[in-house]
């Protein structure tokens, strides 16, 4: 099973609305990182939180971290259209490489 | 180039005949990591190379599938007597050092095995 699951699968919002994604975990983790993906291609890295830090911020996007709970949410303001993609979490375990999520596909309508 | 390379950016197959797919990473970067992703699915990992040491396969589904990388550079996914079910896109990804951390993605292989 993933080490991480993101919620919800899918979300639909308006231009100019705030975007909430969550994502949980099973063990423990050295850092959460999300990315995005554009059209079921290369994905690229939006933002890593240590497992010592409790929120990040790059831009209009908002990294909170609670290890107590293993999980996390991605928040975007005023979301663009631009910002249509699917958006995945992936924890870093010290064991080997990151493990992903399936992922939120997000649809920002213009 | 800037990114991460890989090639061809679509391979289609015949069921029973093997495939390569090939990935350039960014100079420098002693980490590469080929994942998989099939179709509205999350990424599930393959396989880890780091610097010299002996890579982590444990993600390979069956002896079918192989990799290398030669020289600590490029990278060669080998899957052999294809199936339908390994269709997918396979990305190649790489980082700077030992950690797992930014990873630098290519666009993918996408595989149709018919």
């Known amino acids: 099973s993933q080490q991480g699951e993101e919620d919800p699968q899918a979300l639909s919002i308006q231009e100019g609305e705030n975007a909430t994604m969550n994502c949980s975990y099973k063990?423990?983790?050295?850092?959460l990182q999300w990315y995005r993906q554009n059209s079921g291609r290369g994905l690229v890295h939006l933002i890593l939180i240590r497992s010592n830090e409790r929120e990040k911020h790059s831009g209009r996007l908002r990294v909170t971290l609670d290890t107590s709970k293993k999980s996390s949410s991605l928040l975007i303001t005023a979301s663009r259209a631009a910002d249509t993609a699917s958006y995945f979490c992936?924890?870093?375990?010290?064991?080997?490489?990151?493990?992903f999520g399936s992922g939120t596909r997000l649809q920002v309508q213009p | 180039g800037a990114g991460v390379s890989q090639s061809p950016s679509n391979k289609v197959t015949e069921k029973g005949k093997d495939v390569e797919l090939r990935c350039d990473p960014i100079s420098g970067h002693t980490a590469l990591y080929w994942y998989r992703q099939s179709l509205g699915q999350g990424l599930e990992f393959l396989i880890y190379?780091?610097?010299?040491?002996?890579?982590?396969k444990s993600g390979l589904p069956s002896d079918r599938f192989s990799a290398e990388r030669t020289g600590g550079s490029v990278s060669t996914l080998t899957i052999q007597r294809t199936q339908q079910e390994d269709s997918a896109v396979y990305l190649c990804a790489s980082s700077l050092g030992q950690g797992t951390e930014k990873l630098f993605f290519g666009s993918g292989t996408q595989l149709s095995v018919l």
């Open positions: 063990t423990s983790i050295n850092n």
């Open positions: 190379f780091q610097g010299n040491s002996a890579p982590d």
């Open positions: 992936a924890t870093d375990t010290g064991r080997r490489a990151l493990t």
